[in-house]
């Protein structure tokens, strides 16, 4: 296939991708919670989803090595399709979801609950923390993924690269290429 059918077919699903969280996620979508809608409403899970670099679509959040581990880095990496770079969203409250990997069932969650820029964004156990509770704000053509507890924005470290290491950082005003993510509904493997 084409550099260019491939550039395609990643903005088009990229596209479909977003739309069908849009369409999910409805008004909670929003930067602000909801008052009037239940808060059973939001205990449903979103589904299956990969996070990717709205910049260049075919980049994800990838728990490096299809790691287990407490600790283990997400990474930015090419999408490959395995589970590491699958993540099952569920509603917590306030608009605010939990991201498990779907390789090993823990959460994305900033390091140690720290509220300065670089702070490793890894996988652990899933718990009640802030610190594994995020937010879609829409910015540009995608989303800020924006963390409870320091409400800072999911990143890539150094500007997009594969292998470079995601970390929370300091929201921009208009988003970057490397803090604007598309949550992206991908098919069960």
């Not at 077919?9 to 369409?23: N, S, W």
């Not at 989803?49 to 075919?58: D, M, V």
């Not at 395995?82 to 390091?111: F, I, Q």
Request: charged content about 15%; aromatic content about 6%; proline content about 6%.
């Amino acid at each position: 296939m084409s550099a260019f059918k491939r550039n395609l077919v990643a903005a088009a699903t990229a596209l479909v991708g977003t739309a069908l969280v849009c369409a999910l996620s409805g008004p909670a979508a929003s930067a602000e919670p909801v008052p009037d809608r239940p808060a059973a409403a939001h205990a449903a899970s979103v589904g299956r989803l990969s996070l990717r670099l709205a910049s260049e679509p075919g980049q994800v959040a990838n728990v490096r090595g299809g790691g287990s581990e407490n600790g283990t880095p997400v990474v930015q990496w090419p999408w490959t399709g395995g589970k590491n770079e699958r993540w099952e969203a569920t509603a917590v409250a306030d608009g605010y979801y939990r991201l498990a990997s779907r390789e090993s069932g823990k959460c994305l969650n900033v390091r140690g609950g720290g509220h300065e820029n670089g702070a490793p964004v890894i996988q652990y156990t899933c718990d009640s923390g802030a610190n594994e509770q995020w937010r879609f704000v829409p910015k540009g053509i995608g989303y800020q993924v924006v963390v409870r507890s320091s409400g800072k924005c999911l990143n890539v470290e150094g500007g997009v690269g594969k292998g470079n290491a995601l970390i929370q950082y300091s929201c921009s005003a208009h988003g970057t290429a490397n803090d604007v993510w598309l949550p992206v509904w991908e098919p069960v493997s």
